[in-house]
């Protein structure tokens, strides 16, 4: 498979708590699965409401998978690795699980 | 005017024909209205009316916000009733945000809440200044979303925000097996509450609408009855029945000079009704002719109900006993309206009559024959209805007349209709046939006339090719 480079979308709304641990979470997970090839954009929509019409937020926070295609949300602070990872249908690095 | 009522609570005006009169003056301002109703009871144009006619008539800006439909949709099936919504949103007065929420791409891991849902509302209510706002249906957050304790509470949360955010807003709920909505957002949304039904009764449909509550505030307590048509909901005028209307002393003839001269007056007063009663071939359209072509001649505008006979028919049976009413029609004095009374439900009857009443604004109203509706309506609606429509023509100042069959033998006062109208008419006329001498004579007999002395007797009458001929009583 080429490699392809994940578009990674996080939208939060201020620095809440729940924004934080997904911020920190999903940091994690790409830099252990996906390491170089992806890319998260946090949107504020405390800073920028009129951006949460286009990608039909209405959670927060939630994480847009914008590419690949299809597009995937998932919403809450992703504590759930295995779910997130599902449901971003990103495969686990087993190299990874000796820890 | 009452004198403590615009102090007592304030309200916002729905905008729906009849509904701010059940309300006592509308929803409560800047705070959220809960309208539930089983699919399809018009919930969502009930809100989107309230939107538009908000615009359109109080220069109050809304936001609609809808969980189901997208705004082509709703913009479409409103197109009907007149709303042009792409209109309204591009004056920036409306703003539809559509919020989607498709399950098969959402995944929820852990901790959540709705602030995406309040940011875009208040970004939609700050960016045109709305006062209103529509949630159609909230709801359907529980069937995209699993974790209905997060729901629930955020629900409670938005609620609670936008009375702060002070909007009047109407949130709609589909209807539920055991509670008003399936979630019981009647919980949370507690100030006013409004049920919508629909429903079939004798193959004709009628809609009907009840406050369930209304916090601070009095309130009709009935189910009312109400419309959807090419202008919008219409909720059916209640009865107010204040006896409050005007009177007027002047006189007027009932077309028939032997009729108007068994009344000491010689005739009956602006603005009264008239109920004549009799069985079967007692000339009752033919005394309600006379009444029409008398107020023709007045050159008053007078529109004639007939719920039995063709506008043609009426003409052509009348001509032939001497009463002239094409003449009348041609010079558009006189209006027929012709239909069966099996059409449409009473609900729909009654709007047409109050619309041609509101387009002709007639002097004279005939209804031939008002028992015809019975047919259509269990008692008690057509009740409600006969007085719903004999307050209208008082208030108005129309002068009525309504004919009514009743049956040989069986004792007037049973009948239904002449049970409902005799009360509020002013003047009863029974007409009845009597056997005497081998032959059938009809005979006239004014039961009641309030304000004025009558004749007592049984007139005789007899119909000829000149007309009635009355003999007066001895």
């Known amino acids: 498979m080429a490699k392809e480079t994940w578009e990674l979308r996080l939208y939060i709304a201020g620095q809440t708590p729940k924004s934080v641990l997904a911020l920190k979470n999903i940091t994690k997970y790409c830099r252990e699965h996906l390491a170089g090839q992806y890319t998260i954009e946090i949107i504020d929509l405390l800073v920028n409401p009129q951006l949460a019409e286009g990608d039909q937020i209405f959670a927060i926070p939630t994480l847009v998978r914008k590419f690949p295609e299809p597009l995937r949300k998932i919403i809450g602070d992703l504590s759930n690795e295995e779910k997130v990872l599902v449901g971003l249908n990103i495969r686990p690095v087993m190299v990874k699980k000796t820890t | ?474």
Request: aromatic share 6%; glycine share 10%; proline share 3%.
């Open chain 2, 1 to 474: 005017m009452g004198r403590q009522k615009s102090e007592e609570f304030p309200k916002s005006k729905s905008g729906i024909d009849g509904l701010d009169e059940i309300t006592g003056g509308g929803f409560p301002k800047g705070r959220p209205t809960l309208i539930c109703g089983s699919a399809g009871c018009g919930k969502t144009l009930m809100g989107m009316q309230f939107l538009v006619k908000g615009i359109s008539e109080f220069n109050e800006p809304g936001v609609f916000m809808s969980f189901e439909e997208t705004p082509k949709d709703l913009s479409q099936n409103v197109r009907s009733l007149g709303f042009d919504l792409d209109k309204l949103i591009s004056q920036k007065k409306l703003r539809i945000d559509h919020i989607q929420i498709e399950k098969s791409e959402i995944e929820e891991t852990g901790e959540y809440d709705l602030e995406g849902l309040f940011i875009r509302l208040n970004h939609a209510i700050d960016a045109i200044g709305a006062k209103r706002v529509v949630l159609d249906t909230i709801e359907s957050l529980f069937g995209g979303l699993d974790n209905a304790t997060i729901l629930r509470s955020e629900l409670r949360r938005l609620f609670q925000w936008l009375k702060v955010k002070g909007v009047t807003a109407i949130i709609t709920g589909e209807r539920g097996e055991s509670s008003l909505t399936r979630q019981g957002l009647e919980e949370y949304v507690s100030d006013c509450v409004i049920l919508l039904d629909f429903r079939v009764i004798d193959q004709i449909a009628t809609r009907r609408l009840r406050i369930v509550k209304y916090r601070g505030s009095t309130h009709g307590t009935n189910e009312y009855p109400f419309l959807i048509d090419e202008t919008g909901i219409t909720v059916l005028p209640i009865t107010s029945l204040k006896l409050e209307h005007k009177i007027s002393s002047e006189l007027l003839s009932y077309g028939n000079n032997g009729l108007d001269k068994l009344f000491d007056k010689g005739g009956f007063f602006r603005g009264t009704s008239t109920l004549i009663t009799g069985s079967a071939g007692t000339l009752k359209t033919t005394l309600a002719s006379y009444f029409a072509s008398g107020s023709c001649l007045r050159k008053e505008s007078t529109l004639f109900f007939s719920f039995e006979e063709s506008p043609d028919q009426l003409v052509r049976n009348m001509k032939s006993i001497g009463i002239q009413l094409s003449a009348h029609i041609k010079s558009g004095l006189l209006f027929i309206h012709s239909s069966r009374p099996s059409l449409q439900g009473l609900e729909m009857h009654l709007l047409v009559l109050h619309k041609l009443i509101g387009e002709l604004k007639p002097r004279t109203v005939i209804i031939d024959p008002i028992s015809s509706l019975v047919t259509v309506g269990n008692t008690s609606e057509v009740r409600a209805m006969l007085v719903r429509l004999m307050d209208m023509l008082k208030v108005n100042q129309i002068n009525a007349l309504f004919t009514s069959l009743t049956h040989e033998g069986s004792n007037e006062y049973n009948d239904l209709t002449v049970d409902a109208v005799s009360s509020l008419a002013d003047t009863w006329i029974k007409v009845s046939n009597m056997e005497k001498d081998g032959s059938r004579k009809r005979a006239l007999n004014i039961v009641k006339s309030r304000g004025m002395g009558h004749s007592n007797g049984f007139c005789e009458f007899s119909i000829q090719d000149k007309g009635i001929a009355l003999k007066k009583p001895a």
